[in-house]
């Protein structure tokens, strides 16, 4: 689920959703007070003028055919009955049928003031909740009686304002879901142009579409590809001609050594052979990115086993323990020497070298475990800058030039993966390189 929000798509689609459906929940709900409020407002007009033209009616006739008005005036929730006394009595707080109802019924009749308008129950015994009784006095001191039910509105049903909102809210989600994917189409483009590029070092021209800001963006990124792969083919040609220059005269001195007397002849083979490692590891760790060699589809675990066989028919106290199969998408050249690295070293400071290889959540994992004296923790990190080298002497014997860890992580890197060291449990060394497992065709 949380995978899930990382993509641009699904953040904005979120936050519009949220906002939206907020924002539609306040304006219906500031809407629906307005239209409570307007409502409220024309039932108390219209109720006062009602009660106010009943008690003007029965007032204007005679005392003997007021009941008979009051009766023919009634109707809806008001019944309406003339008499000589008051039928409202007071007890407590009685609620108004609308509220500003009496305060509104006095401003527009100001004799009703001072106790000529009485709101109240019809019993003093009991009282029906439901209903409001209103005596309104008349000038000759009989009574207009008006009993009101309660006519305020109940709460209105929130299924509308749900529908809609919800019916807005994914109208607006899927014109997100289109605006988005229409502006990151292009995003992914560069995703799989570059991914690509740094498979097989073939510029991958990304199309210049879509608005300006992403034709530019493309432009620059199709221009920066061109630029990489000549520079990388300059380093090639440059690789190839230092390789061959620093060997040819390597060549000539073995010649000219063995003419040297014996004690001489020995120490100068010695120092040439160390010149050739350090040259040879140099020109490995320049080596160890380049594109060249086309990626495919290998099995790990077939180059883990014949690099382990390899140090095996040496004599050297290898083990080994792998699945059937891995498949990655690679380099077959340069993943054998990565492992190769990683062995040999375990192999040189660590005395022994146990290799495993497993399947973990879509990647393989290559683990050399060795019995050696392990790295500190501060030093973990540092055994992969090139020339870096725990035992201070450039012996071969004792590790080389420093560059083994550097390439192996070199290589794991430019595979999508990592190389990373940690202590062992019970001790020792554990080299770890992560590598993406191939995807489906």
């Known amino acids: 689920m949380i995978a899930s929000l990382n993509t641009i798509t699904a953040r904005t689609v979120l936050v519009l959703f949220v906002a939206m459906g907020l924002l539609h929940v306040a304006s219906l709900s500031t809407y629906r007070s307005a239209v409570e409020m307007e409502l409220a407002s024309n039932n108390l007009v219209q109720m006062t003028d009602r009660l106010v033209g009943i008690r003007r009616a029965v007032m204007r006739v005679e005392p003997a055919e007021r009941e008979k008005v009051a009766h023919a005036l009634a109707g809806g929730p008001i019944d309406v009955h003339w008499s000589l006394t008051e039928h409202a009595v ?12 009496l305060e509104e019924l006095r401003r527009r009749e100001p004799e009703l003031a001072g106790g000529g308008l009485i709101a109240g129950a019809s019993s003093p015994l009991a009282a029906d909740p439901h209903v409001t009784v209103i005596s309104m006095g008349l000038p000759d001191r ?16 929130s299924h509308g304002t749900v529908y809609s909102t919800t019916v807005m809210t994914v109208g607006l989600a899927l014109a997100a879901i289109v605006l988005v994917r229409w502006l990151t189409g292009p995003l992914r483009a560069f995703a799989g142009a570059a991914n690509q590029f740094a498979a097989g070092a073939q510029v991958v021209t990304v199309p210049e579409r879509g608005p300006e800001e992403l034709r530019q963006l493309a432009a620059a ?3 920066m590809q061109v630029k990489i792969k000549k520079l990388l083919d300059d380093r090639t040609q440059t690789l190839a001609a230092i390789s061959h220059d620093l060997r040819s005269p390597l060549t000539r001195l073995k010649l000219s050594v063995e003419d040297l007397p014996p004690a001489q002849r020995e120490e100068m083979t010695a120092a040439i052979e160390e010149m050739e490692v350090m040259i040879e590891g140099t020109l490995a760790f320049l080596k160890s990115d380049r594109l060249d060699e086309p990626v495919r589809a290998v099995d790990l675990v077939s180059i883990v086993e014949t690099v382990t066989l390899d140090f095996m028919d040496q ?3 290898v083990s080994l323990k792998v699945p059937d199969a891995l498949v990655v998408n690679g380099r077959k050249v340069a993943l054998k020497r990565a492992v190769t690295n990683v062995i040999d070293n375990a192999l040189k400071y660590g005395g022994s070298a146990e290799v495993s290889v497993q399947q973990v959540e879509g990647k393989a994992l290559v683990s050399v475990r060795d019995h050696g004296p392990g790295i500190p923790p501060a030093e973990r990190e540092a055994v992969f800058a090139p020339f870096h080298r725990l035992e201070g002497s450039r012996n071969k014997e004792t590790g080389g030039v420093g560059l083994g860890l550097t390439v192996s992580r070199s290589v794991v ?23 993406p497992l191939a995807g489906p065709a």
């Open 90 to 101: 007071t007890r407590g707080q009685v609620a108004e049928p609308l509220p500003g109802l």
């Open 142 to 157: 009989s009574w207009v009686n008006v009993s009101i039910l309660d006519i305020r509105a109940g709460r209105t049903s």
């Open 221 to 223: 990124f199709n221009d």
């Open 315 to 317: 004599g050297r106290r």
């Open 413 to 435: 890197r430019a595979h999508g993966g990592e190389v990373t060291v940690g202590e062992a449990e019970g001790g020792g060394l554990l080299v770890t390189m992560e590598i």
